[in-house]
């Protein structure tokens, strides 16, 4: 599975292709772009209002806390990953250390929060574009996922490159309100220069102003935001170097949630008071116009619908994939299993934007309650993949203790006790979740899911017993 060939390119370059079929196509620079882009998404530039309005700058700590967390939910990631870097590499993990049917079931539900993900950020997408053009949301949504799926289509590396400058534009735009909180706080320009105090983090009813209680309440929302951070493990079949890039790109984790979510809340919080944000307006948006920058409102607009664009990107390149190593394992359809010639799974990927357009489609033509079941279900269908993660690295931790298999260059600190801790903390937020009345419907649509896989898989099982797929190893 993890055996690479080098062949020759027709364009005399080497093109490397692992023992999956896959080519390596993306390198160093791609990949840290791909790992700072999935911590970075419309969960901060749009849904970190709703968490100010509930929690005031106690989100500061919530952010951190859970930041914490996915950094020790990545370490785990990392030592699997270094132990056997595989495309799929969620369900292949599952697969080996849990059993047959924890890859069926984590392969399928993975594949099922990207196009659900895609779904709701292509759309989202087409919505931002109205904020320019007066054109019907359908055209940009048809747009969007066709050109989307294209570059998907054409090489590994297209998509590697769309995803750099997505992700650059997302990280230009938080420094870049980084710095213009630092100058008002230090010179005192702007509107908002006169006001400006590091104090309004405490004085406006104190750091927790509606109570500890709130501030837990938020971590759902807060962990919600990070999803999308484990897909540079999906990534790790395709890297030209994945032993030497991939333990980079999850080191720099802890900075880059320093920097781009506590770093800019504080700056934004200390600017203008956490009283002035709401839920449904970016807080980016909100800052701006307090400062007396309107012309901020257009950037920000273009700075989401980059996120938007970003995350169907990584939808359409992980969905495909996802297909692709089930069937391979015979736990999926095998017309899942063919590749085009530059390597890049054609009925997968093409199956998946398919489902997105008539997602698009449902969700113009019954904008209602039912839809947005559908997509709650995303939180807790992402957070099942970190459970995997989590529970596959403390028995693989197990086995290597014990010498039965190779221990990893990219050990996790502190495991598996660290790992331990991460599993109570997502315990807790999907209590959390439960308490919730707005969130509690993903937890009904959790088990009903469930049924529909375990169905499916005693089908799939039923037909063909002898499967290595259905054995455990």
């Known amino acids: 599975m993890t055996s690479a060939q080098v062949e020759q390119a027709h364009d005399g370059e080497e093109a490397v292709r692992d023992g999956e079929g896959y080519h390596r196509g993306l390198g160093a620079r791609q990949i840290q772009m791909i790992a700072i882009g999935g911590a970075i998404g419309t969960g901060l530039f749009l849904g970190a209002g709703k968490g100010i309005s509930k929690a005031g700058p106690s989100l500061i700590l919530a952010y951190a806390v859970a930041g914490f967390v996915i950094f020790l939910i990545m370490r785990a990631l990392g030592e699997l990953l ?46 931002y574009m109205t904020y320019w053009f007066d054109i019907p949301q359908w055209v940009s949504a048809l747009i969007f996922t066709v050109v989307l799926y294209g570059a998907n289509l054409i090489s590994v590396k297209l998509f590697g490159e769309l995803e750099f400058w997505f992700s650059m534009v997302k990280v230009t735009a938080i420094i870049g309100m980084i710095l213009i909180c630092a100058g008002i706080l230090t010179i005192g320009f702007s509107d908002a220069g006169d006001t400006a105090s590091m104090a309004h983090l405490w004085n406006q009813g104190g750091f927790f102003p509606h109570g500890v209680g709130n501030t837990l309440m938020t971590l759902q929302m807060v962990m919600f935001a990070f999803l999308a951070v484990e897909l540079v493990g999906v990534t790790a079949g395709e890297s030209k170097d994945p032993k030497t890039v991939l333990p980079r790109a999850i080191n720099t984790v802890p900075w880059r949630i320093a920097v781009f979510y506590v770093g800019a809340l504080i700056m934004i919080l200390s600017v203008v008071p956490w009283t002035s944000f709401h839920a449904g307006a970016s807080p980016f948006v909100v800052a701006f116009e307090k400062m007396g920058l309107p012309a901020g409102a257009g950037i920000v607009n273009f700075v989401v619908l980059t996120a938007a664009l970003s995350s169907c990107n990584s939808g359409m390149y992980s969905t495909g994939r996802m297909l692709r190593d089930l069937a391979l394992n015979n736990q999926g359809p095998q017309f899942f299993t063919k590749l085009t010639r530059s390597g890049t799974p054609l009925v997968g990927t093409t199956f998946s934007a398919a489902l997105m357009l008539v997602g698009v489609w449902i969700n113009y033509q019954w904008p209602g309650k039912a839809f947005d079941y559908v997509v709650s279900f995303a939180t807790i269908s992402g957070m099942w993949a970190w459970i995997v993660i989590l529970v596959c690295q403390i028995r693989y931790r197990a086995k290597s203790d014990r010498g039965e298999l190779p221990k990893s260059e990219f050990r996790a600190p502190g495991a598996p006790v660290a790992s331990w801790f991460a599993l109570a903390f997502i315990a807790m937020v999907i209590v959390l979740m439960g308490i919730d009345k707005d969130a509690r419907v993903s937890l009904y649509c959790a088990p009903l899911w469930g049924a529909i896989l375990a169905v499916a898989y005693l089908v799939l099982k039923r037909r063909n017993p002898e499967a290595a797929a259905f054995r455990r190893r």
């Open 82 to 127: 270094m132990y056997r870097p595989v495309s799929g590499s969620f369900s292949e993990y599952a697969r080996e250390f849990i059993g047959p049917f924890a890859g069926f079931v984590t392969g399928w539900t993975y594949w099922l929060f990207w196009v659900v993900t895609g779904i709701t950020e292509v759309t989202a997408a087409a919505a």
